[in-house]
């Protein structure tokens, strides 16, 4: 076991969280981890902590 979670558990939690349909819940998964990789290749690093947080912050004010 990793300790990470399924991407069923993922959306669940976010469907939890939002009160979102599933359909929306996918669009915020593609939109963080399309950011991510995206960030990741530009940079040849992960996003660190406080960019994170501000991904989440953003997606959460404009989709909620």
């Excluded at 300790?3 to 939002?18: A, F, H, I, Q, W």
């Excluded at 960030?39 to 909620?64: I, N, S």
């Amino acid at each position: 076991m990793t300790g990470r979670p399924d991407d069923r558990t993922v959306e669940s939690s976010l469907r939890n969280v939002l009160d979102a349909p599933d359909d929306r819940i996918l669009l915020y998964i593609d939109v963080i981890v399309g950011t991510l990789l995206h960030r990741m290749g530009m940079t040849g690093r992960p996003m660190d902590a406080a960019d994170v947080a501000a991904l989440t912050e953003m997606v959460v004010r404009h989709f909620a």
